[in-house]
């Protein structure tokens, strides 16, 4: 009996401890490093060149986090070149309302892979900006988290 509610209490720890690892963050710089392993000693993986781009944190150690991007692309990044995330990227297209309601005026159409900064949200729609315009997506059909 002992046996099966520690092992329970182990389990509910541990995918508590996993859950609790994955949050979204956002690219400080237009140039970050992504590097193999959580050291400096590491060797560059591959370089992101767009600031505010949206990653999913699905690890740490020490001062380094392990990322993953909307293309399953992975790699260590220092804590330093991260924020707290602001942004998100459309999965799909979608159409850009100047209020939050599908009846509201279209204001411009987002095509797929865009990145989009978020000012806030509510219910099922986020305020954004988009280069030369600003508005209000549904969240649906978008990579990031929505606060």
Request: charge should be positive; hydrophobic fraction near 35%.
């Amino acid at each position: 009996m002992y046996k099966i509610i520690y092992s329970l209490f182990c389990l509910t720890i541990i995918i508590s401890t996993s859950v609790a690892e994955e949050t979204f963050v956002s690219l400080k710089k237009n140039k970050v490093n992504v590097r193999y392993g959580p050291s400096f000693d590491s060797d560059i993986k591959y370089v992101y060149k767009k600031i505010n781009l949206p990653l999913k944190q699905i690890d740490k150690k020490e001062n380094f986090r392990r990322i993953i991007d909307l293309k399953n692309n992975s790699g260590w990044i220092h804590v330093s070149q991260l924020k707290k995330n602001n942004s998100v990227i459309a999965t799909q297209n979608k159409v850009l309302f100047k209020k939050p309601s599908a009846f509201a005026k279209p204001m411009a159409q987002i095509e797929k892979g865009r990145l989009l900064i978020v000012d806030k949200c509510r219910e099922k729609w986020c305020k954004i900006k988009s280069d030369d315009y600003q508005g209000w997506v549904k969240t649906n059909h978008i990579w990031g988290l929505i606060n």
